[in-house]
């Protein structure tokens, strides 16, 4: 595993005070901590969608939404975390319900309309494996492997046990190569 | 040899294993080459994976996104209505295309004209036409339905008032969506109820809100309101024809009462108005029936004073009044029958005429007179009046009337009824009346004074009597 000491997916830094100010009406310091963390929210949006405009859906709610339950913060734990668990939680409620029944959108699709920009792969095999598994799985995907956390983080993030998390990553990996080597 | 599990070789491309487990998974790699090919297979799986998820964001569109989720937040936190994402993001996509600009909907088409039923001039003829033809702009077609077209809509209720603008391009509220109210150009109008529409318009769904009533009261009906409402002028809550009438009705009182006494001022002849004689009348009536009382005891206690005459004032009971000077041929007659006696009861009633102080002096204003007492002016103009009228036959009644002091009364009524003859007395108290031969009823009123009533018997002589009365009491 790489070296995550300085890592925002292992290390705070400044995200507890800025969540502090942010609760007590710091627009400024609300705005520091959603852009602190926009770049790996945004990986792990993509990689929740596997679809360019509906991670652009899924960063945008994840962020006001995150701004709206700021008192849920847990203070134990880098605010990453958190996003990354609200995204997944926004992602798989709306794949489940086949996007946000709103008055303003159709149901039946995700936020943002019909129009679709799916990830380009090399191997439309290795896409479609991927695409075929359900968001957790995903997220343990590019936790693991883009984002190379070790199981301990991996197992903080999703809150899940390590031995399992070591266990489904296995599992993720031998199924991924039976599909790319079919 | 044990080939590598596939935790282990996990474990191994996560760089989990460290210590021996890791030098041994290395070195087995290296001399087994099923468990080399599959760790290869992994790692192409975990490249691809890596390039495909591990993207990295364009700044700018990281910076566009964040953006977005400021202006969501601020609003959320001034209390406004949080953005759509999608309105969001239309800066970023691709401008819709320009709306086509609006084709005005066809004119509806004018019913035929039914034929006149007469030839009108050449001249009418051209106006008729002019105004059977309208000079309308020729409008495109209607939109035509294919096989594929949906159905024409049916009429919809009418669902509230339409307002229309002149100015703007046409919504789409005009083509089937039910957007409220219909903003645009239209070929005729300005502010129309949908009702007045033609049914090209008509048909259009408006005002589909459950707050609207469903059948609004239009603008004209609102207007009519309102100006139902207005404070009306003096002039039409009474009407003109009301206030005419009541100054006329009040004209035409003053001047029925006001003319007797015109018209015995200048001496006209009083117009022959039934209701009006019957109102001086009653007066008559009511006080001759108080003044028969009175006569009946006076004539029971003592006989009236009498005087010379001054002006009578026939009226006849017609009710045509007219002013006549004492004939001058009565007495003429007079003296020719001067053997005939006079009534017995008009001399019984004649009493000793006693002069006061201040009437010598006023009998000696008129020397005429005073030489002959019986041929005064009264009796003269009397005569007068009576052949001027053609009553020659008519006999003189003359008076005087004074009070229980002697004093002549001035001004006291003198009537007759039947015919209806009123005099006045002179400054002396003096009176004279022309009036037919035979039994009249004698009234004379005055003010201050209980009336006096007296039945005598003309002859066809002149007839003096004499009144006095009495205070009232």
Not at chain 1, 50 to 65: I, M, S
Request: charged share 20%.
């Amino acid at each position: 595993m790489h070296d995550h000491s300085q890592s925002p997916w292992t290390d705070p830094g400044r995200d507890h005070d800025l969540v502090i100010s942010a609760q007590r009406g710091d627009l400024v310091a609300l705005f520091t901590l959603l852009r602190a963390h926009r770049a790996e929210l945004w990986r792990v949006c993509v990689a929740l969608t596997l679809d360019h405009r509906r991670a652009e859906r899924l960063f945008h709610e994840t962020l006001v939404r995150a701004a709206k339950n700021l008192r849920t913060v847990p203070a134990d734990a880098p605010v990453l975390h958190w996003l990354v668990r609200l995204a997944t939680h926004l992602a798989v409620a709306w794949t489940r319900h086949e996007g946000p029944k709103t008055p303003t959108e159709p149901s039946g699709a995700w936020p943002g309309g019909a129009p679709t920009s799916p990830i380009r792969s090399a191997d439309p095999r290795l896409a479609a494996a991927l695409a075929s598994l359900p968001e957790q799985d995903r997220l343990l995907l590019v936790l693991a492997m883009v984002e190379r956390l070790s199981y301990a983080a991996v197992a903080r993030v999703t809150k899940r046990d390590a031995a399992e998390v070591v266990r489904r990553l296995t599992e993720l990996r031998e199924r991924l190569a039976g599909e790319v080597a079919a | 040899m044990r080939h590598v599990t596939a935790l282990q070789l996990c474990a191994f491309l996560d760089d989990a294993l460290v210590g021996s487990p890791d030098d041994q998974t290395a070195r087995h790699l290296a001399t087994c080459t099923p468990c080399r090919i599959r760790y290869e297979l992994w790692c192409h799986v975990d490249d691809s994976v890596r390039e495909l998820l591990g993207e990295v964001p364009d700044e700018h569109a990281m910076e566009q996104w964040s953006s977005w989720v400021e202006i969501a937040v601020t609003a959320d936190r001034k209390g406004l209505p949080a953005p759509e994402f999608a309105a969001l993001r239309l800066p970023l996509t691709t401008s819709p295309p320009p709306r086509p600009p609006m084709e005005p909907l066809p004119f509806p088409a004018l019913p035929p004209m039914s034929p006149l039923p007469m030839t009108p001039p050449p001249a009418a003829r051209e106006s008729t036409a002019r105004m059977a033809r309208p000079t309308i702009p020729s409008a495109p077609p209607g939109p035509t339905l294919g096989a594929g077209s949906p159905p024409p809509r049916p009429p919809l209720p009418y669902a509230g008032d339409v307002r229309v603008r002149t100015s703007g391009p046409m919504p789409p509220a005009l083509h089937g969506t039910p957007s409220g109210d219909i903003d645009g150009p239209l070929p005729f109008g300005l502010d129309v109820p949908a009702a007045a529409l033609p049914p090209a318009y008509a048909q259009v769904p408006v005002a589909t809100g459950a707050a609207r009533a469903p059948f609004p009261t239009p603008p004209q009906l609102a207007r009519a309101g309102a100006y139902a409402r207005m404070p009306k002028p003096p002039s039409a809550r009474f009407p003109k024809g009301w206030l005419v009438f009541v100054v006329l009705l009040l004209l035409g009182a003053g001047t029925a009462l006001a003319l007797p006494y015109v018209c015995e001022r200048f001496g006209w002849p009083l117009p022959k108005w039934p209701i009006l004689t019957a109102i001086l009348n009653a007066e008559h009536d009511a006080l001759a029936r108080r003044a028969a009382v009175a006569g009946a005891e006076s004539a029971a206690s003592g006989p009236n004073d009498g005087s010379l005459p001054h002006e009578v004032t026939s009226r006849p009971a017609g009710g045509k009044h007219s002013t006549s000077k004492p004939r001058t041929g009565d007495a003429a007659q007079h003296a020719e029958r001067g053997s005939e006696p006079p009534d017995a009861s008009i001399l019984f009633d004649l009493p000793a005429i006693e002069p006061e102080d201040a009437e010598p002096e006023q009998a000696n204003d008129h020397p005429a007179e005073h030489a002959r007492p019986h041929e005064t002016s009264a009796h003269r103009e009397a005569s007068k009046a009576g052949s001027r009228l053609g009553r020659s036959g008519w006999s003189q009644l003359c008076g005087e009337v004074r009070n229980t002091q002697g004093v002549p009364i001035e001004g006291a009524r003198v009537s007759i009824a039947e015919p209806d003859l009123i005099a006045r007395t002179d400054r002396s108290g003096r009176f004279c009346i022309a009036c037919p031969p035979g039994k009249r009823t004698v009234r004379i009123l005055a003010a201050g004074r209980a009336p006096a009533i007296r039945t005598v018997e003309l002859g066809r002589e002149t007839l003096e009597t004499r009144f006095t009365l009495d205070v009232a009491n």
